[in-house]
C-alpha cells in the first residue's frame, strides 16, 4: 500500500509505501516529492545503519572492529505506525484596538504603538508546544533487545532510532546561504539515534564498544530538467531525466587579490566579473560533474585531514540544454545541501569586524587544519565523517531492483559500491542519484584524535542542515554568479582524462 | 532632488482569513479560473500565497508542444489579468472591514521565464510553466518601478491552453502606503572594493510565506563575492544578523540590526532542530541589551545564552523610534568548547 501525503500550508506532497500503516520495509521511504508542484525528487530514504564495535581487554587494547549492517527492519526493529506532523498555523497579532485610529494615522503609528504586541513571539507562535518546524512524518524503531545481548559483555543495551522527514515553507529565512538571499524550501532527513547504556557491564571482562555508527542515505533527486534533443531543439521527452550536480569547497580566506579583480573586471566585462567573484567564493569548484564521483564531504569533523581535503555542499539542478546553467553562486532553481560554510562567506555584519564570525558546530578552542568555517551538524556529535557519491542511476543498486539485498547498497567500505566499474561521464546531464553517508564516530583515546577533549554523546541527530529546495527563476539586472561551466583546480579536461571516481578537493 | 521610497503596507491577515472574506476570495478565484468543480479543482488560500491546482489536469495533460510558449506564456497573461480584476472587485466587496481596496494579488507582473514541465513518471511533456515577477512603484515621483524579491506568480498551462495550476507567492497590501527619503545605499558592502561600487539593485522583499511581516519596503540587492546580501534602503527596512558574539564563550550570540534608528527592542525564541523528543517553542525574551557606540547613529544590540545543540533561532526586532519591525530565523550550531591547549587535525 501507499499512503499519500500533502499538506496545503506548507506546499510539500509526497507518497510514502507503507504496511498496516507502519513503515513498509527498511524505514521510511518517500516517493514522487513536489513542492508547489515542483518536482524534487523520485525517491529519498535511508539505506540502513552500520555499526563499528571492538573488543577491548582490560589493558585498553582493541580487537579488529567488526562491522555490522542493520536496517530497520524486523527483527532488528519494532517501528511505531507512520505519524504525520502538521505544522501549527502562525496567528497574526489582532490590532482592533489601533483601528480606532484608522482615519487619522498611518500605518506606522498604529504600529508603533502596538509594538508590545508586534514584538512579542507569543503573538504570532501562540501555542508553545506547536509544531512550528514544517510538515513531516515520523517513525520511532526499538532494536530487539537481542541485537546487544547476543555481544558478549557490549557496553550498550539498546538503541532507539527516530526518522523524521521535515519540510518546511517557502522563504529566505532561515538562510542557507550566508548571504542570505535566496528564497527556498527546507527537507530534513533527519535520523536521530539513543543508545542505552548497559549498566551490568563487567569491567574486568574484555567490552564491546561502539566505535561508530554510520548513516548511508539514497537520495533519489529529480529537478525539473529540459533537455535538448541531439540535433538541438527541445527534447521529444524528458528522458531519461537528465539531472547535473556540482561539487563546491568555499574559501576559508578571503582572496582580496581576487575580489579586487573582481570589482575591477565588472568595468569591463561583467561576466568577468563573475567569474572572478566565484574564484574568491570557492577553493575549488566542479561544476557541473564531468564524471561519477565518491567523494569526501567531512573527516573526523574536520574540512581537510592529511592528505585528504573535503567538499563543503553540493548543488542539484535539472539541465537545460543549450539553455544557461544554473549560476554559481546563486543557483536559483536547484537543490543545495550545505554541511560546512566556508570562514569567507561567514555572515559577520558589516563594519562589525569586532565579532568572531561563525565559526560554530565545533568546539571553540580548535585550531589547525581543517578547522575553519562553521560545521551545520549536530554539536553533540560533530566528530563524523560524511561522505557524498552522485552515480547513475543502476538497476544493481535500486533497493527495489530484482535480486537487489539491502545490505548490498551499504559496504563496509561505503565507496566501493560504485568503485567497481569506471565512472561514467554525466556531464551533459543523466539520471542520477546521491548517495550520502554521514559515520558519528566515538573516539576512546586522545590518540584517536587528539583535538577532542568534548566527549561525543551517545545520542545525536544527523542530517540537520537539510536540503534547501529553490525554484524560483534565475534573477536577472544583476551579476550574480556564473552561470558557465566551472572546475578548478582540476580541469575539466584532467577530470575526464583521469578516469577518476573518487576526487577530493584538491 | 531626494529620492523617495514608497513604503506598502500589508493587509491584516485577520481580515482575510475569516470565513465570509476567505469564501468570498476562493469564490472569485475558482470562478475566474474556471475551476469550480471542488472535486477536481483544490484551492488554498494562505497568508503568504494562494494556490490553485486541477489535480485530474496536472500531470495528466497530454503534449504540452502542441502549443508554443509564447502561445502559453500569452495564456499566462491573460490569465493572471483576469484572475487580478477577479479579486480586486468581487473578493473586495466582501472585505467590510478593510482599510481599502486590498490588492490580494500583485497588481502589476513582468514575465520572466516560460519553461516546458515534464511528467516524472513518464518523460512526456506535461504543461508550460510560466513565471513572473511582481512589481510595485518605488519613487512615485520618478515613476520608477521596483521588483518583489520573493514574490512569484506560476502559472501552469496545458496543451489546449487550460490553467492546470497557477501559484499567486504574494501579501494582500492593505491599500494604504507612505514614502519616504531613499536612503543611501551603504558605502561599502563587505568583500568588495570601495573605489569600485559593488553591483546592485533595489527591490521589495517579501519575507517567506509564513514569517512575520507588517509592510514591504526596499532593500539594496548587492552581488558580491560569495552571494546577494541585503542592505537597507530606507529608515524601515531593517537588515538582523545573528552571529557569535564573543570567541570566549560559543554559547553566546549576538542580534545585529542595520538600517534604522540604532533603537530596538528585541525578542528571542528557540526551536529544537536536532532534537525532536519535545517540539517546544523556548521563549528566550529580550536578552542582554548593550550599546555599540562603534556605528553611527550608535545600535542597540541583544545578547543571549543558547544552549549547545543545532536550533532554529527566532528573533523578533522593533525600532523604537519608528515603528518599523523584522522578524528574523536562523539555524544555529551551538557549541561547547575545548579544554586550553587543545589544536587541530594532522598538519599538511
Same mark, same amino acid.
Given at each position: 500500500?501507499?499512503?499519500?501525503?500533502?499538506?496545503?500550508?506548507?506546499?510539500?506532497?509526497?507518497?510514502?509505501?507503507?504496511?498496516?500503516?507502519?513503515?513498509?520495509?527498511?524505514?521510511?521511504?518517500?516517493?514522487?516529492?513536489?513542492?508547489?508542484?515542483?518536482?524534487?525528487?523520485?525517491?529519498?530514504?535511508?539505506?540502513?545503519?552500520?555499526?563499528?564495535?571492538?573488543?577491548?581487554?582490560?589493558?585498553?587494547?582493541?580487537?579488529?572492529?567488526?562491522?555490522?549492517?542493520?536496517?530497520?527492519?524486523?527483527?532488528?526493529?519494532?517501528?511505531?505506525?507512520?505519524?504525520?506532523?502538521?505544522?501549527?498555523?502562525?496567528?497574526?497579532?489582532?490590532?482592533?484596538?489601533?483601528?480606532?485610529?484608522?482615519?487619522?494615522?498611518?500605518?506606522?503609528?498604529?504600529?508603533?504603538?502596538?509594538?508590545?504586541?508586534?514584538?512579542?513571539?507569543?503573538?504570532?507562535?501562540?501555542?508553545?508546544?506547536?509544531?512550528?518546524?514544517?510538515?513531516?512524518?515520523?517513525?520511532?524503531?526499538?532494536?530487539?533487545?537481542?541485537?546487544?545481548?547476543?555481544?558478549?559483555?557490549?557496553?550498550?543495551?539498546?538503541?532507539?532510532?527516530?526518522?523524521?522527514?521535515?519540510?518546511?515553507?517557502?522563504?529566505?529565512?532561515?538562510?542557507?546561504?550566508?548571504?542570505?538571499?535566496?528564497?527556498?524550501?527546507?527537507?530534513?532527513?533527519?535520523?536521530?539515534?539513543?543508545?542505552?547504556?548497559?549498566?551490568?557491564?563487567?569491567?574486568?571482562?574484555?567490552?564491546?564498544?561502539?566505535?561508530?555508527?554510520?548513516?548511508?542515505?539514497?537520495?533519489?533527486?529529480?529537478?525539473?530538467?529540459?533537455?535538448?534533443?541531439?540535433?538541438?531543439?527541445?527534447?521529444?521527452?524528458?528522458?531519461?531525466?537528465?539531472?547535473?550536480?556540482?561539487?563546491?569547497?568555499?574559501?576559508?580566506?578571503?582572496?582580496?587579490?581576487?575580489?579586487?579583480?573582481?570589482?575591477?573586471?565588472?568595468?569591463?566585462?561583467?561576466?568577468?566579473?563573475?567569474?572572478?567573484?566565484?574564484?574568491?567564493?570557492?577553493?575549488?569548484?566542479?561544476?557541473?560533474?564531468?564524471?561519477?564521483?565518491?567523494?569526501?564531504?567531512?573527516?573526523?569533523?574536520?574540512?581537510?585531514?592529511?592528505?585528504?581535503?573535503?567538499?563543503?555542499?553540493?548543488?542539484?539542478?535539472?539541465?537545460?540544454?543549450?539553455?544557461?546553467?544554473?549560476?554559481?553562486?546563486?543557483?536559483?532553481?536547484?537543490?543545495?545541501?550545505?554541511?560546512?560554510?566556508?570562514?569567507?562567506?561567514?555572515?559577520?555584519?558589516?563594519?562589525?569586524?569586532?565579532?568572531?564570525?561563525?565559526?560554530?558546530?565545533?568546539?571553540?578552542?580548535?585550531?589547525?587544519?581543517?578547522?575553519?568555517?562553521?560545521?551545520?551538524?549536530?554539536?553533540?556529535?560533530?566528530?563524523?565523517?560524511?561522505?557524498?557519491?552522485?552515480?547513475?542511476?543502476?538497476?544493481?543498486?535500486?533497493?527495489?531492483?530484482?535480486?537487489?539485498?539491502?545490505?548490498?547498497?551499504?559496504?563496509?567500505?561505503?565507496?566501493?559500491?560504485?568503485?567497481?566499474?569506471?565512472?561514467?561521464?554525466?556531464?551533459?546531464?543523466?539520471?542520477?542519484?546521491?548517495?550520502?553517508?554521514?559515520?558519528?564516530?566515538?573516539?576512546?583515546?586522545?590518540?584517536?584524535?587528539?583535538?577532542?577533549?568534548?566527549?561525543?554523546?551517545?545520542?545525536?541527530?544527523?542530517?540537520?542542515?537539510?536540503?534547501?529546495?529553490?525554484?524560483?527563476?534565475?534573477?536577472?539586472?544583476?551579476?550574480?554568479?556564473?552561470?558557465?561551466?566551472?572546475?578548478?583546480?582540476?580541469?575539466?579536461?584532467?577530470?575526464?582524462?583521469?578516469?577518476?571516481?573518487?576526487?577530493?578537493?584538491? | 532632488?531626494?529620492?523617495?521610497?514608497?513604503?506598502?503596507?500589508?493587509?491584516?491577515?485577520?481580515?482575510?482569513?475569516?470565513?465570509?472574506?476567505?469564501?468570498?476570495?476562493?469564490?472569485?478565484?475558482?470562478?475566474?479560473?474556471?475551476?469550480?468543480?471542488?472535486?477536481?479543482?483544490?484551492?488554498?488560500?494562505?497568508?503568504?500565497?494562494?494556490?490553485?491546482?486541477?489535480?485530474?489536469?496536472?500531470?495528466?495533460?497530454?503534449?504540452?508542444?502542441?502549443?508554443?510558449?509564447?502561445?502559453?506564456?500569452?495564456?499566462?497573461?491573460?490569465?493572471?489579468?483576469?484572475?487580478?480584476?477577479?479579486?480586486?472587485?468581487?473578493?473586495?466587496?466582501?472585505?467590510?472591514?478593510?482599510?481599502?481596496?486590498?490588492?490580494?494579488?500583485?497588481?502589476?507582473?513582468?514575465?520572466?521565464?516560460?519553461?516546458?514541465?515534464?511528467?516524472?513518471?513518464?518523460?512526456?511533456?506535461?504543461?508550460?510553466?510560466?513565471?513572473?515577477?511582481?512589481?510595485?512603484?518605488?519613487?512615485?515621483?520618478?515613476?520608477?518601478?521596483?521588483?518583489?524579491?520573493?514574490?512569484?506568480?506560476? %502559472?501552469?498551462?496545458? /496543451?489546449? &491552453? !487550460?490553467? =492546470?495550476?497557477? @501559484?499567486?507567492?504574494?501579501?494582500?497590501?492593505? *491599500?494604504?502606503?507612505?514614502?519616504?527619503?531613499?536612503?543611501?545605499?551603504?558605502?561599502?558592502?563587505?568583500?568588495?572594493?570601495?573605489?569600485?561600487?559593488?553591483?546592485?539593485?533595489?527591490?521589495?522583499?517579501?519575507?517567506?510565506?509564513?514569517?512575520?511581516?507588517?509592510?514591504?519596503?526596499?532593500?539594496?540587492?548587492?552581488?558580491?563575492?560569495?552571494?546577494?546580501?541585503?542592505?537597507?534602503?530606507?529608515?524601515?527596512?531593517?537588515?538582523?544578523?545573528?552571529?557569535?558574539?564573543?570567541?570566549?564563550?560559543?554559547?553566546?550570540?549576538?542580534?545585529?540590526?542595520?538600517?534604522?534608528?540604532?533603537?530596538?527592542?528585541?525578542?528571542?525564541?528557540?526551536?529544537?532542530?536536532?532534537?525532536?523528543?519535545?517540539?517546544?517553542?523556548?521563549?528566550?525574551?529580550?536578552?542582554?541589551?548593550?550599546?555599540?557606540?562603534?556605528?553611527?547613529?550608535?545600535?542597540?544590540?541583544? %545578547?543571549?545564552?543558547? /544552549?549547545? &545543540? !543545532?536550533? =532554529?533561532?527566532? @528573533?523578533?526586532?522593533?525600532?523604537?523610534?519608528? *515603528?518599523?519591525?523584522?522578524?528574523?530565523?536562523?539555524?544555529?550550531?551551538?557549541?561547547?568548547?575545548?579544554?586550553?591547549?587543545?589544536?587541530?587535525?594532522?598538519?599538511?
Amino acid at each position: 500500500m501507499t499512503l499519500n501525503f500533502s499538506d496545503p500550508a506548507t506546499g510539500w506532497s509526497f507518497e510514502c509505501p507503507d504496511s498496516s500503516g507502519k513503515p513498509y520495509t527498511g524505514g521510511l521511504t518517500l516517493k514522487n516529492i513536489r513542492h508547489h508542484s515542483n518536482n524534487f525528487a523520485r525517491d529519498i530514504r535511508l539505506i540502513g545503519i552500520r555499526l563499528r564495535v571492538s573488543d577491548f581487554d582490560n589493558t585498553g587494547q582493541p580487537s579488529i572492529p567488526k562491522n555490522v549492517f542493520v536496517s530497520l527492519d524486523p527483527p532488528n526493529f519494532k517501528s511505531t505506525e507512520i505519524q504525520e506532523l502538521r505544522p501549527s498555523a502562525l496567528a497574526a497579532p489582532q490590532t482592533a484596538a489601533e483601528r480606532a485610529s484608522l482615519t487619522t494615522s498611518s500605518f506606522m503609528d498604529r504600529l508603533k504603538n502596538a509594538s508590545d504586541k508586534l514584538l512579542s513571539l507569543g503573538s504570532y507562535f501562540k501555542d508553545a508546544s506547536g509544531n512550528y518546524n514544517g510538515y513531516g512524518v515520523r517513525a520511532d524503531y526499538t532494536a530487539d533487545p537481542t541485537l546487544f545481548s547476543q555481544w558478549p559483555n557490549c557496553e550498550v543495551s539498546g538503541l532507539t532510532i527516530g526518522q523524521t522527514f521535515l519540510f518546511s515553507t517557502y522563504g529566505m529565512s532561515p538562510p542557507h546561504e550566508p548571504g542570505s538571499v535566496l528564497m527556498a524550501a527546507r527537507c530534513h532527513p533527519l535520523t536521530t539515534y539513543k543508545f542505552t547504556l548497559n549498566s551490568s557491564v563487567q569491567q574486568w571482562s574484555p567490552i564491546r564498544q561502539i566505535l561508530s555508527i554510520r548513516f548511508d542515505y539514497r537520495l533519489y533527486f529529480a529537478l525539473d530538467a529540459v533537455p535538448n534533443s541531439p540535433s538541438g531543439g527541445l527534447a521529444q521527452r524528458a528522458q531519461p531525466w537528465p539531472n547535473n550536480a556540482g561539487l563546491f569547497r568555499d574559501n576559508d580566506t578571503l582572496a582580496v587579490g581576487s575580489l579586487l579583480s573582481a570589482a575591477a573586471a565588472s568595468f569591463v566585462d561583467p561576466a568577468l566579473a563573475s567569474s572572478a567573484n566565484s574564484a574568491a567564493a570557492f577553493a575549488a569548484v566542479e561544476k557541473q560533474l564531468i564524471l561519477e564521483v565518491a567523494a569526501p564531504g567531512q573527516r573526523l569533523g574536520l574540512s581537510k585531514q592529511g592528505s585528504v581535503t573535503c567538499w563543503d555542499n553540493i548543488h542539484w539542478w535539472g539541465n537545460r540544454g543549450s539553455g544557461p546553467m544554473i549560476s554559481a553562486p546563486g543557483a536559483f532553481h536547484a537543490a543545495h545541501m550545505h554541511w560546512r560554510w566556508g570562514s569567507a562567506g561567514s555572515s559577520i555584519p558589516h563594519g562589525r569586524a569586532a565579532f568572531p564570525g561563525d565559526t560554530s558546530g565545533r568546539p571553540s578552542g580548535l585550531t589547525g587544519v581543517g578547522t575553519g568555517g562553521s560545521l551545520l551538524v549536530d554539536p553533540r556529535i560533530w566528530v563524523q565523517s560524511i561522505d557524498v557519491a552522485v552515480a547513475k542511476d543502476d538497476p544493481s543498486r535500486d533497493p527495489e531492483g530484482y535480486g537487489v539485498i539491502r545490505e548490498s547498497l551499504s559496504k563496509e567500505d561505503w565507496k566501493t559500491l560504485f568503485t567497481s566499474r569506471a565512472a561514467a561521464d554525466i556531464s551533459a546531464g543523466a539520471n542520477i542519484v546521491c548517495w550520502y553517508s554521514v559515520e558519528v564516530q566515538f573516539p576512546r583515546s586522545s590518540s584517536q584524535l587528539p583535538q577532542l577533549s568534548v566527549p561525543q554523546q551517545l545520542e545525536g541527530t544527523v542530517f540537520v542542515h537539510g536540503i534547501f529546495f529553490a525554484h524560483n527563476a534565475e534573477q536577472t539586472g544583476l551579476t550574480i554568479g556564473d552561470t558557465r561551466p566551472q572546475h578548478w583546480p582540476r580541469n575539466e579536461g584532467s577530470i575526464r582524462s583521469s578516469g577518476q571516481w573518487v576526487r577530493d578537493a584538491s | 532632488m531626494t529620492s523617495t521610497a514608497r513604503i506598502w503596507a500589508l493587509a491584516d491577515p485577520n481580515l482575510i482569513s475569516s470565513p465570509k472574506a476567505s469564501a468570498a476570495i476562493e469564490q472569485a478565484f475558482r470562478t475566474a479560473l474556471g475551476a469550480t468543480d471542488r472535486s477536481r479543482h483544490r484551492v488554498t488560500i494562505m497568508p503568504g500565497f494562494i494556490e490553485h491546482e486541477d489535480t485530474r489536469g496536472l500531470w495528466n495533460a497530454g503534449d504540452a508542444t502542441a502549443l508554443s510558449a509564447e502561445q502559453a506564456r500569452d495564456y499566462a497573461v491573460k490569465t493572471i489579468t483576469t484572475v487580478s480584476k477577479a479579486l480586486s472587485t468581487e473578493a473586495n466587496k466582501a472585505l467590510a472591514n478593510a482599510i481599502g481596496p486590498m490588492q490580494l494579488v500583485p497588481p502589476q507582473v513582468k514575465p520572466i521565464d516560460v519553461l516546458p514541465i515534464a511528467s516524472m513518471q513518464s518523460g512526456s511533456w506535461d504543461h508550460w510553466l510560466v513565471r513572473s515577477r511582481p512589481q510595485l512603484t518605488l519613487d512615485v515621483t520618478a515613476g520608477t518601478y521596483a521588483d518583489v524579491f520573493g514574490a512569484e506568480v506560476d %502559472v501552469r498551462i496545458g /496543451p489546449a &491552453g !487550460a490553467v =492546470l495550476g497557477y @501559484l499567486s507567492r504574494w501579501r494582500p497590501l492593505s *491599500g494604504e502606503h507612505i514614502d519616504v527619503d531613499l536612503s543611501a545605499p551603504p558605502a561599502t558592502a563587505s568583500n568588495t572594493d570601495p573605489n569600485h561600487p559593488a553591483q546592485r539593485t533595489i527591490a521589495f522583499v517579501l519575507e517567506g510565506e509564513s514569517a512575520p511581516q507588517h509592510y514591504l519596503a526596499p532593500y539594496y540587492l548587492i552581488a558580491n563575492g560569495e552571494d546577494l546580501e541585503l542592505a537597507s534602503a530606507s529608515p524601515l527596512s531593517l537588515v538582523v544578523h545573528i552571529t557569535r558574539y564573543s570567541s570566549e564563550d560559543p554559547t553566546q550570540y549576538v542580534a545585529v540590526v542595520e538600517g534604522g534608528s540604532g533603537d530596538y527592542r528585541f525578542d528571542w525564541g528557540l526551536l529544537p532542530l536536532s532534537d525532536f523528543t519535545e517540539i517546544t517553542l523556548a521563549h528566550l525574551g529580550e536578552g542582554q541589551t548593550v550599546t555599540d557606540r562603534s556605528t553611527n547613529p550608535a545600535s542597540s544590540l541583544s %545578547v543571549v545564552t543558547l /544552549p549547545i &545543540g !543545532a536550533h =532554529l533561532a527566532l @528573533l523578533n526586532v522593533i525600532d523604537q523610534q519608528t *515603528g518599523a519591525f523584522q522578524h528574523h530565523s536562523e539555524q544555529v550550531y551551538v557549541a561547547g568548547s575545548t579544554s586550553a591547549g587543545a589544536s587541530g587535525g594532522s598538519s599538511s
